[in-house]
């Protein structure tokens, strides 16, 4: 069976596409018309949950909001960032990484031949807690569905939780981001790649050699995954 007949076949038997049909469909060898079908579902798809997630009122975080934030970026992303909450800025604008560590992953990105628009960048809550506090494990329960939804209908190759909130929610385990940066960790389908916050380096300069080191690492990992 020709790899058209099995993107219809998969199409066919699932009631929006998503799930079934995961990226290795979106090959050049797939028709353009078929490509946009795909993309055009999975992006209503995305932005349904990201509706839901500016009127959220699953946790105390909405409170004290000024926007929500969704995440943003390609709904055939091979990549997801996933930090630990929106910032001031963030919380200003609505999108996710627009201050100081927003501007450090894009150069990070771009050091390695990606723009945000090639990825997907979200964070574990939704919300900015206040005073920039990590989130709570109540917040993070009452987000993840978002999290999770997102995942499953981008089918990432590989998923980034940059820093020890999104470590620790992820992967579920105690270990640090020192311990884990730039470790492949194969889960289901997914492989896991932690790093450091891009926060970190801000504060601390060295890290931010960590940081470059492993986004060479992850150019590495996508593009062995490509072979």
Known sequence: MGILESLARSLAQSKSGIYTVRRKYQSDQVSAVYGRAFLSETEESLKKVSDEVVVCTKCRLCETRTKAVPGEGSSAARVIFVGEAPGEQEDLQGRPFVGAAGKLLTELLASVGLRRGDVFITNIVKCRPPKNRPPRKDETYACKPY???????????????????????????????????????????????????????????????????DFKKLRALLDSQAL
Request: charged residues 20%.
């Open 147 to 213: 999290l999770e939804r997102q995942v499953s209908m981008i089918g990432p190759h590989v998923i980034c939780p940059m820093g020890n909130s999104a470590i620790h929610s992820l992967l579920d385990s105690e270990k640090s981001v020192t311990e884990l940066h730039g470790i492949p960790l194969e889960i289901g389908k997914v492989t896991y790649f932690p790093m450091y916050h891009p926060a970190a380096a801000l504060y601390t300069a060295q890290l931010r050699r960590v940081l470059e080191e």
